[in-house]
C-alpha cells in the first residue's frame, strides 16, 4: 500500500539515515541513473550510471538545479511539479504512464521514467529520483503499436501469424527479395539482397532500383513496371546489376505484381539470383566445347590435307628427274612448299589430339636443362633464361617431344612479347590438388599434378586477348609473322596428355603460361616431393586478416578457406578499398593478403603504405605470376607468395609460417 506521506521519525535518527542513502556505495548498488535533490531542487549526489546516461561529470552536476537535466522546453512545468511534490511529498514509482524526457549534455533528448522517494523530515528533505532510460523501448512500442494498427486494419490474427511466418522465410533467402512502388522505389529489403548488394536496408529503402541498375541496363526498369501495371509476370530473365562497391553481377530475376486487399496492383515483389559464377563455368564449358568442335574440325581437315600433300609431295620427286634444269628450280619450290604444308598439318593434329605419341617416363627437370641448350640460339644474347625446379624430382608420363615442343612455342611467343629483351622463366613444381581445389577449378580431377610454368616481362595481354589465345589461327602479329597454331597447338598437347593449362597476364607486366600434368612419380617406385602437405596447421581463431583481391570470385573463395579454419577476414577489392578498412580502425588486423597486379594501387605500394602505417603488419602476396617474375615487379625474394592457383593446405601453410608461433 502507497503512503500518503513521510514517516515521522527523530531529525538525528533521520540525517543517520540520509547520509547512509546518500553515499556513493549505496546509490552505485542500483543499476539505474540516480539524482539526490534537495528541496530547493539542487543536485545533492549522483551515481556513475546518471554520467553515462547524462554525460555528466559527478563534478559538473552536483551543485546544479535538477532543471538542467530537463529538456528546456519542460523547464518551467517541471519547476512548477517540483514545488507541488514537496508540498505534498509521497512516493511515486515507475510506470506512472507519463511521457518524460530527460536533456544529455549535448542538448539531445531521451525518454526517460522516473521513480521519487522523498527522504527525512520536512526540514530536511531530499528526494531520490531515479531515472531509467526507456528509449529503445519506447521506440520499439512505437513500432509496435504501427505494425499493430496496420495488421488490425488489415489482417485477421490468422494472417498476420502467417506474414510473421512468411517473413522469416523471405529472409532466411540466400536470393534477394526486393518490395518496390510501381514507381520503382523500394520499399522491402531482405538479407539476401542485403548479402548479395552489400546495401543495408536503411541505406536503400526508399531508393529507387534504378540504384543496382548499370548505366547501359537503365533504361529496362520502365519496360519492367509497365508490365507489373498490366498485372503481368516477367519471369526468369537474365540481366546485370551493380553492388554497392561497384561490382558486376549477373543475375536471374523475376518480378511479380503484388496485389491489395481490392485485388488492384499495388507494387512489385522482385527475386534475384546471383548467377555470375554459373556464368563463368558455362562461359569455360563454352569455350571448351567450342576448343573440342574446332579440334575435331581441324582433325578432319588435317588428315585430308595430308593425303594431299602426300601426292603433291610424291608428283614432285617424281618430276624432279624428268625435267631440265632450268624447270627444277620450279620443282624445288612445290617440295618446299609441301614441307610447310606439312608442318602445319603437325600443328594441327596435335590442337586436335589427334597425332600419334609415344609416352615416357622423364623427369621435367631433366628435360627442361636438355631444352634450355637449344632455346639460347632461339631466344638471343638480350633474353636471359632462369631454369627454377622447385621439387627434387618432376616425373611425368608424355611425349618427350611433345614437352620439347610446348616449350619452343611458349618460348617463341615469349620472345616476340620482349622485343628489346628481357627474362625467361621455366619453372617446375609438384602440387596436391584436393577435392576443394578440384571444385573451383572444372574438369582438374583430385591427384597429385606436377607444374611447367613459362614466365616472361614481356609487354603482357589485355583480356580480350588472353580470352581467345589457344583458339586456332588467332593471332595478334602482323601478316606472314604468324599462323596462330602456336597456342592451340600446345592446348592441344596438354589436353592429350590429360593436362591443365591457364595463363596470366597483364598489359606491361609479362605473362606466365601454367601447366599442370599428372604425376608418374609412383611408376618409378619413388615418391616425388610435395610441396604441399595435407596435414593443416591449426585454427587461428580471433586473428584479422585483411584480404585485397580485386577478382571477386578469387576474393569469396579466399575468404572461404580463411574462415572456414578460424580467421577473421576483412575484404578490400582493391588497394584503396584496403586503406578506407585500416583507416576506420575498426578491427586490428594481423595480417595483410593482397593480390600483386590490382587495378589502380599494386599489392606492392599498398603493403608499403600499410608499413608506413604500421611497420608491424605482416604481408603476403598471391599472384598468378611465378615468384622469379613477380620478383621483377617491386618484391624481393624475402616476401612470402602464393603462387596461383594455390590449395588451401598451400594458403593455410603460408599464412601460419607469416604471423609465427607468436602471434
Known sequence: MEPSAVPNQSSASTNSVLEILLSVSVLEAIPDAVVAVNQQGVILQINSQTEKLFDYTRDELIGQKIEMLVPERQRGAHHDHREQ?????????????????????????????????????????????VIRDISDRKHIEEQLRRAHDELERRRSREVRDSQNRMSLIVDSSQDAIIGKTLDGVITHWNKGAEQMYGYTPQEIIGRSITTLCPKDRVDEIPGILERIRHGERVEYFESVRVTKDGRRLDVSISVSPILDHEGRVAGASAIARNITAQKKIEGQLRQSQKMEAVGRLAGGVAHDFNNLLGIVSACSELLRS????????????IREAAKRGASLTRQLLAFSRRQPVQPQLLDLNDRLRDVSKLLHPLMGDDVEIVLLPRSEAAVVEAD?????QIVVNLAVNARDAMPRG?????????????????????GLAVGRYVMLAVSDNGVGMIEATRARIFEPFFTTKEMGKGTGLGLATVYGIVKQSGGHIWAYSEPDRGTTFKIYLPSAGHKLGKTTESSEAEVLPPRREGVTILLAEDEPIMRRVTRKMLEEHGYKVLEANDGKAALEVIKKGDEQVDLTLTDVVMKGMSGPELALRLIDKDPAMKVVYMSGYTGELVANQGLDNSIRLLEKPFTRATLLKTLDAALGSGD
Request: aromatic content about 8%.
Open 400 to 404: 618427350p617431344g611433345q614437352l620439347d
Open 322 to 333: 624428268r625435267v631440265d634444269a632450268d624447270s627444277g628450280e620450279y620443282v624445288d619450290n
Open 85 to 129: 511534490f514537496h508540498a505534498r511529498p509521497k512516493i511515486r514509482r515507475m510506470g506512472s504512464g507519463l511521457d518524460l524526457y530527460g536533456r544529455r549534455r549535448d542538448g539531445s533528448e531521451l525518454s526517460v521514467e522516473i521513480s521519487l522517494s522523498p527522504l527525512g523530515t520536512g526540514d530536511a528533505m531530499v528526494v531520490l529520483t
Open 422 to 442: 628481357g627474362k625467361l622463366v621455366l619453372e617446375t613444381g609438384v602440387f596436391d590438388f584436393d577435392q576443394s581445389f578440384a571444385n573451383d577449378h572444372p
